[in-house]
């Protein structure tokens, strides 16, 4: 083993761990939200299902490590580091900003964090930011923070 090198099955461990705190935490917050009148699925549905199979995956890398034995190189390393204080940060700001301007602004700095360009940023960013809200708001009927000031 090289020195100052972590083995595949120890990174595992490590993001075995950091994900079944997420998934934890999810699951938890995910109660925090409140239900309108008549919804029959609350805003508190979609971090539950999502909880749920990252939670398994955080099993697996946990009790099955090793898949993959190199540890990332320091690019891509801080590449990960960075995506995952951006949404972080995305979590933060999601209730003060409204998920419009959040998501438009998590998705085109993460488009960006892995290396495509500014213009395909700038349209991808925007097209998955409107198609998501118009798919929880309208099509699913779950409500989603709105920009300060604006009520629809």
Known sequence: MDAGRIPGVIGDRIAGVVLAVLAAGAWWHSHSFATGFMQPVGPGAFPRLVSVPLGLLALYLILRPGFNQRWPHRAALLRQVGALLLLGGYA???????????????????????GAPWKPS?????????????????????????????SW
């Not at 933060?92 to 960006?112: D, N, Q």
């Not at 118009?134 to 604006?150: D, I, R, T």
């Open 92 to 114: 933060v700001f999601l209730e003060p900003w409204g998920f419009l301007p959040a998501s438009l602004v998590t998705v085109i700095v993460l488009v960006r964090l892995f």
């Open 122 to 150: 700038l349209a991808s960013g925007t097209i998955l930011t409107v198609g998501l809200y118009a798919l929880f708001e309208f099509a699913l009927g779950m409500p989603l923070p709105n920009m300060p000031g604006l």
